[in-house]
């Protein structure tokens, strides 16, 4: 399998804090990768410093072929990026919300318009395609969200905590989604506080005060650890922690 995200030893300091602390790993093409940890645990350092956001304090590293520390720019153009906070704007319509990403991202005209009848098409949205974002159930907002971040076909898609305060209904169909781009060879580097679906990734890494603690699939983790379930495996793991926010 293709590596598209390969760390070694990558740290962030902040003055005598090190947040995140010589991570160390590799994600491969297509694979749906659960990057897990507590509050304070690291996970956000991280992952800025993975979407080029972030300047590492030390080690190496390679998103989707590009160095991270040189190649910053063309980083951002191949990968995507949802958060659960911020990924829509509410204040335009559905279809303004695609092109207006959609010309961020690079496409050009004809792409944007093409994509736009598409996306719309697949989501069942036609009926809303002219309604205020923020008129739209949350459930309708994170699939948009997500279906915008992929538009431009990046390696890699980046989902900070996408399901936060959705429905268990809602949040299956939205793993749909991700099944599909991860079929389509989208890598998808997710965080999620949701232990039920941290059973849904191919692997798993676990953050404990800035460093990785594990790193398996869901299955071989609750072997090691003599778990039932992925809850156990993080409970066991999390109660060690000197650190929260």
Not at 127 to 146: H, N
Request: hydrophobic residues 40%.
């Amino acid at each position: 399998m293709d590596t598209v995200i390969h760390t070694d030893k990558l740290t962030k300091r902040f003055g005598d804090f090190i947040a995140a602390n010589e991570i160390t790993f590799e994600v491969y093409q297509g694979e749906i990768f659960g990057f897990l940890g507590a509050n304070g645990a690291g996970k956000t350092t991280a992952m800025r410093m993975l979407c080029g956001l972030s300047t590492p304090s030390s080690g190496t590293a390679t998103i989707a072929g590009f160095d991270i520390y040189k190649e910053t720019e063309k980083i951002k153009k191949n990968i995507g990026y949802m958060s659960q906070k911020f990924s829509l704007y509410e204040d335009l319509t559905v279809l303004e919300n695609i092109r207006f990403f959609g010309g961020i991202y690079g496409l050009s005209d004809k792409q944007i318009k093409e994509k736009s009848g598409q996306l719309i098409e697949s989501l069942g949205m036609k009926g809303e395609a002219k309604k205020m974002v923020g008129s739209l159930p949350l459930g309708w907002k994170q699939k948009l969200s997500f279906s915008v971040a992929i538009l431009h076909e990046p390696k890699i898609v980046f989902l900070d905590e996408p399901t936060g305060g959705v429905d268990p209904v809602t949040r299956r169909q939205f793993w749909d989604l991700i099944y599909e781009a991860a079929g389509n060879g989208i890598t998808v580097f997710v965080t999620t506080h949701y232990m039920d679906e941290a059973e849904y990734c191919n692997r798993i890494s676990m953050m404990v005060d800035g460093e990785i603690k594990a790193l398996d699939t869901p299955a071989k983790l609750k072997q090691r650890y003599s778990a039932i379930s992925m809850d156990e495996v993080f409970y066991e793991l999390a109660r060690g922690a000197k650190r929260s926010e």
